[in-house]
C-alpha cells in the first residue's frame, strides 16, 4: 500500500531532487506539490518542478501550488540563483513546453483544500521553511487531524547553525530562520513531528567520490539528472565557511519512505522567535516532543539513490 503525502520545498537543488526521487518511489503517491521562493527564486523553482514532473513522472495527475510566503530574512542570492540553472537543464527542456500546470490556488491553500479532500490522513513532507503549513493551520484549524505526521528537513541542536546573517546570533538553520514564527505555530501544533536537523545528515556529505559514481553511471537519464544537478553546488573543499554540502532534503525524503535508513530518539523542543536568536531550536524538558534523526546508515541511503535514479525512463 503506497503512502500517500504532500510535498512542499523551496527549490534549492537537493529539493528538486527530492521531487525527482519521489516520482520513482513505487511505495509514495503524490497527493499535492508546492514551492516556496526561499532558497531559490519563485518562478524558476515553480517551472524547474513542473518540467521534473513533465519529464519524469505524469503530468496530468498533478499540478504545483506556488506559495506566497514572505520573509524578513531572505537567503544569500548566490544560493537561490540554482533554481535558474535548474530551469535550464537540457534534459528538462527537450520539449519546448511544460504540460504540468500551476495550482489554481497559493500553496497554503492548495495544502487546506488536499487535505480535506483526502479520503485518509495525509503525510507531509516539508523540505523548506514551515510557512505554508503555519498559514494552513491558523486558516483551517480543522485540517489538523487530516495530517498523519510531518516529516522536516531544519532546525539544529548544534551550538551553531548554518545561517550567516548580521541579524542572526548564529544559532539557527536556514530553513528555521526564514520563518521562526511558523515553526513555533506547527510546534504549538499536536502534529506527529519527524525532524531530520543539521546534525543527522553528518554522514551523508556530497564527496568528490559520490559524484564519480553518479557520473559513472550517467547513461542512466535519471542519473544524469542528479549528477548534473549537483554539478550547481560547488566543492569550496577550501573554503571554511561552506567547505561541505550535505544532502539535507534528500535524506528526509528517503527517510519517509524507508524509515529503516536512520534512527530517530524522541527529545523535547521549542523555537525562539525573538531576536537574535529568532529561529533557534533548542532542547527544554518544556518543550514538544519530537523524533530527531541522530544516525544514518550512509551505504543503504546513496544505494537507494543509485537505484532509484536508474529507474528512471
Not at 57 to 68: E, F, I, K
Not at 220 to 238: C, K, M, Q, R, T
Request: aromatic residues 10%; negative net charge; contains cysteine.
Amino acid at each position: 500500500m503506497s503512502k500517500k503525502i504532500y510535498f512542499s520545498h523551496d527549490g534549492g537543488v537537493d529539493d528538486l531532487i527530492s521531487l525527482f526521487l519521489l516520482l520513482q518511489m513505487k511505495e509514495i503517491s503524490l497527493a499535492g506539490v508546492s514551492v516556496m521562493g526561499a532558497d531559490s527564486y519563485l518562478q524558476p523553482a515553480g517551472a524547474a518542478s513542473r518540467k521534473i514532473i513533465d519529464r519524469f513522472g505524469v503530468p496530468n495527475q498533478l499540478t504545483v501550488a506556488y506559495s506566497n510566503a514572505k520573509t524578513a530574512h531572505p537567503f544569500p542570492k548566490e544560493w537561490r540563483l540554482d533554481a535558474y540553472s535548474e530551469n535550464a537543464l537540457p534534459i528538462l527542456n527537450e520539449t519546448g513546453k511544460i504540460t504540468c500546470q500551476k495550482a489554481s490556488l497559493p500553496a497554503d491553500e492548495d495544502l487546506i483544500q488536499k487535505l480535506r479532500d483526502a479520503k485518509e490522513p495525509l503525510t507531509l513532507l516539508f523540505t523548506g521553511p514551515l510557512s505554508d503549513l503555519a498559514s494552513a493551520l491558523v486558516k483551517a484549524p480543522d485540517i489538523e487531524p487530516k495530517i498523519k505526521e510531518l516529516y522536516w528537513m531544519g532546525g539544529t541542536f548544534l551550538k551553531r547553525g548554518n545561517v550567516m546573517e548580521p541579524d542572526s546570533d548564529g544559532s539557527q538553520e536556514w530553513n528555521a530562520f526564514w520563518d521562526p514564527e511558523a515553526v513555533k505555530t506547527v510546534f504549538d501544533s499536536q502534529l506527529k513531528i519527524t525532524m531530520v536537523a543539521l546534525e543527522s545528515t553528518n554522514k551523508v556529505p556530497l564527496t568528490n567520490e559520490v559524484r564519480l559514481t553518479w557520473a559513472q553511471n550517467r547513461r542512466y537519464p535519471g542519473l544524469d539528472f542528479i549528477g548534473n544537478s549537483y554539478a550547481f553546488v560547488p566543492e569550496l573543499s577550501l573554503f571554511e565557511t561552506n567547505s561541505t554540502y550535505f544532502l539535507w532534503d534528500v535524506l528526509t525524503t528517503c527517510l519517509l519512505a524507508d524509515p529503516s535508513l536512520g534512527q530517530t530518539k524522541e527529545v523535547f523542543c521549542d523555537v525562539s522567535t525573538a531576536y537574535p536568536s529568532a529561529g533557534k531550536t533548542y532542547l527544554t524538558p518544556e518543550g514538544r516532543p519530537v523524533s530527531l534523526v541522530y544516525d544514518v546508515n550512509r551505504e543503504q541511503f546513496f544505494d537507494l539513490i543509485l537505484k532509484l535514479g536508474k529507474k528512471a525512463k
